[in-house]
């Protein structure tokens, strides 16, 4: 049973240009969670999102930033015209349902450098 | 708001040696706690976790501690191996949102 698959593990973008971050969950799992980790600074939340719905972008800029997990094929976090500030790793974590108990299963995360 | 921190940034323990890192959070709303353990260039791999109505888990060398009533968190590792020198982060849950502390660097020195 594969883990948590994220590509690409390392993305240079310059600034303007649009970052697409991809994510594959664990087999089975349905809910899928984006986080950002800033140089210094812990995981923070992003965008909760199971199959085909958003259930909580709370964490998530209000502008450039807009993510998504289709029916078929992997959840994307898109940054559209990116600045120096976006560079960071962000990671995607999932987990089979949303209960007392479930734990999030982590990916290796994408590294974004905005040049 | 910083909701999960971890106010010390590194630790180091000798081999063999209880390794005790801490967590304190501010959201009386937790309901769910988690440690996660980092190494560089890798995502987080979960640990141990603990419920909100519970006040300790253990699970062989890792045992958390709840102290509700001090909003405190703690993760015991004994005995200390080298192999658990990583970042290691606590979590903590509300409705949909995990919240994360900034990590402590724990070094177990041979």
């Known amino acids: 049973n594969a883990g948590v698959m994220q590509n690409p593990r390392h993305l240079v973008r310059r600034r303007g240009q649009e970052a697409r971050l991809r994510c594959s969950p664990m087999k089975g799992h349905s809910h899928v969670y984006w986080y950002r980790q800033l140089p210094e600074e812990g995981l923070k939340f992003m965008v909760y999102?199971?199959?085909?719905?958003?259930?909580?972008e709370s964490g998530m800029p209000k502008e450039r930033f807009s993510a998504e997990f289709p029916k078929e094929g992997p959840s994307i976090l898109r940054i559209q015209q990116v600045v120096r500030g976006d560079s960071a790793a962000y990671f995607c974590?999932?987990?089979?349902?949303?209960?007392?108990?479930?734990?999030?299963?982590f990916g290796p995360g994408t590294r974004l450098t905005v040049l | 708001d910083q909701q999960v921190k971890q106010n010390s940034p590194s630790l180091s323990v000798q081999e063999g040696r209880i390794s005790i890192l801490n967590c304190d959070y501010t959201?009386?709303?937790?309901?769910?706690f988690l440690w996660y353990k980092k190494y560089p260039a890798e995502g987080p791999t979960f640990l141990i976790s603990i419920s909100s109505i519970k006040d300790k888990n253990e699970d062989g060398r890792f045992t958390v501690f709840l102290n509700k009533s001090a909003k405190h968190l703690s993760l015991h590792i004994v005995p200390s191996q080298p192999g658990d020198s990583a970042v290691y982060f606590c979590a903590a849950r509300t409705g949909n949102q995990f919240y994360f502390g900034t990590g402590t660097s724990l070094t177990v020195i041979p």
């Open positions: 974590a999932s987990s089979p349902s949303y209960g007392s108990t479930d734990t999030q299963y």
């Open positions: 959201n009386s709303m937790f309901d769910y």
């Open positions: 999102l199971q199959k085909e719905n958003i259930i909580d």
